[in-house]
């Protein structure tokens, strides 16, 4: 594919499998193929690594961080599972909107947490909101002790983030889908692996290795979830569309 975007003109050239179109520069469909490439070349030079969420990093794409803001302040989880430590930003930032909305809570699991990540979430304000564990998120007594901490009748969220392979996100998607309440969601995230193959940081077996082939795999066999981009609460524009590292992620019991 080549794009050739021509600012006097105001049209976008997108060439394909032999074939030209001429695009509206300022149109939908120019803004979202553009999109496309400015999330590769984003990704491969690290853009969503810059940012932090009161005084932690958070690797996420801001885009994707409201949008599950979003999704928080309508479903208001009692529980939010996330699956993938790291720094602790993204467990930061789900706790301070629990702490504004007053009411919800969050658990953390990796298989290691380091020592200097886990001093720096002890200290910091939200901690009161946050129980880490460690261990494998697949692992039959890290899933117990999860299960455990949910109490009956309680509304669960999920978010998985933590290794990205298709068969580890599926084992994720087998053991964590019978907490998620009706309504709630299940977030098979960075599925965006898929379209990174061919930026010099990635790797083709991500063609088909990614977390967006599971979440796929998953809803085909699971009636009870459906496969879909939650709906946007303010829409002034033509866009549908989200702009993000987590397509095809957003998995709802109906």
């Known amino acids: 594919m080549k794009i050739t975007i021509d600012t006097d003109s105001k049209i976008l050239l997108h060439e394909q499998d032999g074939s030209t179109r001429s695009i509206e520069l300022y149109s939908t469909e120019a803004f979202e193929l553009i999109s496309q490439q400015w999330l590769k070349i984003g990704w491969n030079q690290k853009y969503p690594y810059i940012f932090s969420w ?51 809570r969050v658990i953390g699991v990796d298989i290691e947490i380091r020592p200097h990540n886990r001093q720096a979430i002890e200290r910091h304000e939200m901690f009161p909101l946050i129980t880490l564990i460690e261990g494998d998120a697949v692992a039959a007594a890290t899933v117990a002790h999860v299960k455990g901490l949910v109490a009956p009748g309680e509304t669960v969220m999920v978010i998985l983030d933590s290794c990205h392979t298709k068969d580890h996100v599926a084992r994720e998607l087998d053991a964590y889908n019978d907490l998620i309440t009706p309504g709630s969601y299940i977030v ?47 829409n002034e524009s033509e866009l549908k569309n989200n702009i993000t590292h987590w397509p095809s992620a957003w998995l709802r019991r109906k």
């Open 188 to 234: 098979a995230t960075d599925g965006s692996m898929k379209d990174l193959s061919d930026v010099p940081r990635g790797n083709l077996q991500w063609q088909s290795d990614n977390p967006t082939a599971a979440a796929i795999e998953f809803a085909g066999k699971h009636n009870e979830f459906i496969l879909e981009q939650p709906a946007w609460p303010f």
């Open 54 to 104: 009161m005084g932690r990093p958070i690797i996420q794409l801001p885009e994707d961080m409201i949008r599950a803001q979003e999704v928080v302040y309508r479903v208001k989880p009692d529980v939010l599972i996330e699956t993938g430590v790291a720094h602790g930003g993204s467990l930061i930032f789900y706790a301070s909107l629990f702490k504004v909305l007053g009411r919800g």
